[in-house]
């Protein structure tokens, strides 16, 4: 799997061409936008040199303005397109058409179901998903998403590929809307949105806690491992007390729906659950970013 093909050139798809770049891969990428081809090598470059790894990694990163060009000698396709679900089935159906017979096909979504994706590929024994995080060059882990159809075989190549290249793959056996860490992240974060709308506490507060409790062990101590560590009888005796009072409410919280007919729509409008001035978004932008290389740097990645 020598010859690597990104469909995207935005935010994930450097990202994730990068990645096999400085593994010493061939990378050619395709995208309608004109600009982001053009700023495609100079993005890379930027991130090597700031990560202080090799920046002519970025000249096996090749620009491609045709999508036939860009797969045809493929080893891999991942799609890093938009979240839409009729734009990633017709892409596919392309895709299928373009790469080679032995080219694994693989789409990026964060949430998509990957057998709806993949639901007009007549050779879904190849297709998957392959749920990369944001940014895909600092991110460890990586979801490999078997459909019904995936051959369980292809699934391994493409999890023992992804451990080549540095990633830290995860295997999700079962198909489901937002895989495993969206599945986990966004039940906190239900959670979390519960507590600001019932004036238990208010969003600086909640998020204060994530961070100075639990939030510090996460690195090194996963949530079921912190089951075994406490007991399972206290785990679930905390679960009898707790559960009952957690947030059931069925579909988004209807507090988002009141801050966004509010126009407070996050950091693009100054304010969300919080207030944000233009230096407080690039100083947590920045701390955010230097967190993520300072794990990397301690973990030798």
């Known amino acids: 799997m020598q010859h690597i093909s990104v469909i995207g050139a935005g935010l994930m798809g450097h990202g994730i061409a990068q990645v096999f770049a400085l593994a010493g891969r061939i990378v050619r990428v395709y995208d309608p936008d004109q600009k982001a081809l053009m700023s495609l090598r100079e993005r890379i470059e930027r991130n090597l040199k700031d990560l202080k790894q090799d920046v002519n990694a970025a000249t096996r990163v090749f620009p491609s303005e045709d999508l036939g060009e860009c797969v045809s000698g493929a080893d891999v396709v991942f799609e890093a397109g938009p979240e839409n679900l009729a734009f990633k089935q017709r892409l596919f159906v392309q895709l299928e058409q373009l790469a080679p017979p032995h080219a694994l096909l693989a789409s990026n979504t964060s949430v998509i179901p990957i057998t709806e994706i993949m639901r007009n590929v007549g050779t879904g024994h190849r297709a998957m998903g392959t749920h990369w995080w944001n940014p895909p060059y600092l991110v460890p882990l990586v979801e490999?998403?078997?459909?019904?159809?995936?051959?369980?075989?292809?699934?391994?190549?493409?999890?023992?590929?992804?451990?080549?290249?540095?990633?830290?793959?995860?295997?999700?056996?079962?198909?489901?809307?937002?895989?495993?860490?969206?599945?986990?992240?966004?039940?906190?974060?239900?959670?979390?949105?519960?507590?600001?709308?019932s004036g238990v506490c208010d969003a600086e507060t909640?998020?204060?806690?994530?961070?100075?409790?639990?939030?510090?062990?996460?690195?090194?101590?996963?949530?079921?491992?912190?089951?075994?560590?406490?007991?399972?009888?206290?785990?679930?005796?905390?679960?009898?007390t707790v559960l009952p009072f957690i947030d059931h409410t069925p579909g988004p919280s209807p507090y988002l729906q009141r801050l966004i007919d509010d126009g407070r729509l996050g950091m693009k409008s100054g304010e969300g659950f919080r207030t944000w001035t233009p230096e407080q978004q690039d100083e947590l932008r920045a701390k955010v970013l230097s967190h993520l290389k300072a794990m990397n740097v301690a973990e030798g990645r």
């Not at 996460?218 to 007991?231: F, I, K, R, S």
Request: charged residues 20%.
């Open 144 to 197: 490999v998403i078997k459909t019904p159809h995936t051959d369980p075989r292809l699934a391994q190549d493409m999890f023992n590929l992804l451990a080549e290249v540095g990633k830290t793959p995860a295997m999700v056996e079962k198909d489901i809307p937002g895989f495993i860490g969206n599945r986990l992240q966004h039940a906190l974060w239900r959670e979390a949105i519960a507590l600001v709308a």
């Open 206 to 240: 909640v998020d204060t806690v994530v961070k100075a409790s639990f939030g510090r062990r996460l690195p090194v101590l996963g949530p079921l491992e912190n089951a075994d560590l406490v007991g399972i009888e206290l785990t679930q005796a905390i679960h009898q």
